[in-house]
């Protein structure tokens, strides 16, 4: 049994990163024979893509997918530590499946993900959920054939859970979600080390992938006729910071953009390294997406340094006056934590004003909840809930004033769209993202799904826009 270690976990050290190569072993490409799994996913979009990481070495093991977790032999929960909600949710579920064992002790419960790397989430299993049969961590997760053959044989909980710097693992399977779109990890990890966040002892040490790596797999997704990468990171404007070479996002995204792929997303990106040219090349090439994700958490400059962000409110405002000033048409969208610890109301009335200049495309806004073992957990916090509750509720009115206004803008536009898939609601027949990330509803024909077409914005609404594809 291997349980996290926050002081393990937090130390960053000069070591060169080992990289590692994934191999599953021939015997073990049975395990699964004639068993199904079921996989459930909270989180970001790096949670998601480990998921299709797990799903693929879940399937090389013989494993089919079942849609039900009551049906399902193996269920397994890939867990999201950033806020409190996403851990209700994963133990939440944790309680369902307790009775499901109940009923059925022969099924087999795991958990990975960030939650794996809590010291505390790891002592409430051992405690309460006895019914979890394995878990492991994500600086393990290609072990996990390894860690479910050690349950399988022994019966026996098992726990596997590195607390270290990281290393970097090449060749891991991957089963995609979309065949049009596609994730490519291009860094793990972050040293930033944000006074709320927990994602430095949950992820690891800030460790870039080598570019060679990457360009291969984005080379191999041209050739099979993806249309869109999005490069994953904790922070991807770091890319390159610890590698030896003088090489960085900048340098990365060109490269990226000359494999002509059709589309490149990236996120999510740290303010404090958003580089002058890294701004000009996504201007330059017309293959990145002008959608940048932008988070600045407050608009006080006070409670950003409380926060460890780095960066003054003037300093934002200047990178994002600068943005919109070179990148022609650019969409930019943030998160915003309203009620952090010592929060006044004038802090967050600074928070609104920066709002009203920015305007922002779209933003994810959140009341802060503390995390385990974080500096910020530790803070004194005298606001009410409610008085929290309350900015929230202002801070929404004032976004989706600008949600609004800036889909009406779109309206009349004829946009280039990447048609995802069939809509369920009945409505429309089609639903896809521009490039500037807009969702947009439209009829059309099932055909074009998988294809960049041309489609005219007819209507705008707070959250999406609707169309009307170009014949």
């Given at each position: 049994m291997q349980?996290?270690?926050?002081k393990e976990a937090s130390i960053?050290?000069?070591?060169?990163?080992?990289?590692?190569?994934?191999?599953l072993p021939i015997e073990d490409r049975e395990l699964g024979k004639n068993k199904t799994y079921f996989l459930k996913t909270y989180g970001c979009q790096m949670n998601e893509h480990d998921s299709e990481n797990i799903q693929a070495m879940l399937e090389e093991m013989g494993f089919k997918e079942s849609?039900?977790?009551e049906h399902a032999d193996l269920i397994l929960l890939n867990t999201c530590s950033i806020r409190e909600n996403a851990h209700n949710k994963a133990f939440g579920m944790l309680g369902r499946l307790k009775h499901l064992k109940?009923?059925?002790?022969?099924?087999?419960?795991?958990?990975?993900?960030?939650?794996?790397?809590?010291?505390?989430?790891?002592?409430?299993i051992l405690t309460r959920y006895?019914?979890?049969n394995f878990v492991f961590g994500t600086h393990n997760l290609h072990r996990l054939p390894i860690v479910l053959k050690k349950y399988m044989d022994t019966n026996h909980q098992e726990i596997e859970v590195f607390s270290k710097e990281g290393n970097l693992i090449e060749g891991m399977p991957v089963k995609r979600m979309s065949p049009y779109k596609a994730y490519v990890n291009i860094i793990y990890g972050c040293d930033k080390f944000c006074t709320y966040c927990i994602v430095p002892y949950t992820r690891g040490k800030q460790r870039s992938r080598r570019k060679e790596d990457i360009l291969q797999e984005i080379e191999e997704l041209v050739k099979e006729g993806y249309q869109e990468v999005t490069l994953l990171g904790q922070n991807v404007n770091a890319y390159g910071k610890d590698l030896e070479e003088n090489y960085g996002m900048e340098d990365l995204l060109e490269d990226v953009a000359k494999t002509n792929i059709p589309r490149i997303r990236f996120m999510t990106s740290h303010p404090w390294d958003f580089t002058d040219k890294m701004i000009e090349v996504i201007a330059k090439y017309p293959n990145i997406m002008k959608a940048i994700h932008l988070p600045v958490q407050s608009g006080s400059s006070r409670i950003l340094r409380k926060m460890g962000r780095r960066y003054t409110k003037e300093s934002y405002l200047e990178l994002f006056d600068k943005i919109k000033k070179t990148v022609p048409n650019v969409s930019i969208s943030t998160d915003i934590i309203v009620g952090f610890p010592g929060e006044e109301e004038e802090d967050f009335q600074e928070t609104l004003d920066l709002v009203r200049h920015c305007k922002f495309d779209n933003a994810f806004t959140f009341i802060y909840s503390p995390r385990e073992n974080t500096p910020a957990s530790r803070l004194t916090d005298n606001t009410p809930l409610e008085v929290k509750e309350k900015r929230l509720q202002e801070?929404?009115?004032?976004?989706?004033?600008?949600?609004l206004e800036n889909n009406q803008?779109?309206?009349?536009?004829?946009?280039?769209?990447?048609?995802e898939g069939k809509n369920e609601n009945g409505k429309t027949d089609l639903y896809g993202y521009t490039e500037t990330n807009k969702l947009i509803n439209f009829n059309g024909s099932s055909e074009t799904i998988g294809k960049i077409?041309?489609?005219?914005?007819?209507?705008a609404k707070t959250w999406s826009l609707d169309g009307e594809i170009c014949e």
């Open positions: 349980l996290p270690n926050y960053r050290s000069k070591e060169r990163v080992v990289k590692e190569q994934y191999k849609e039900n977790y109940q009923e059925k002790p022969d099924i087999i419960i795991g958990l990975c993900g960030c939650m794996a790397q809590e010291e505390g989430v790891i002592q409430e006895p019914q979890v801070l929404n009115q004032l976004v989706n004033q600008y949600f803008k779109k309206v009349g536009n004829i946009e280039k769209v990447l048609v077409v041309d489609v005219k914005v007819i209507d």
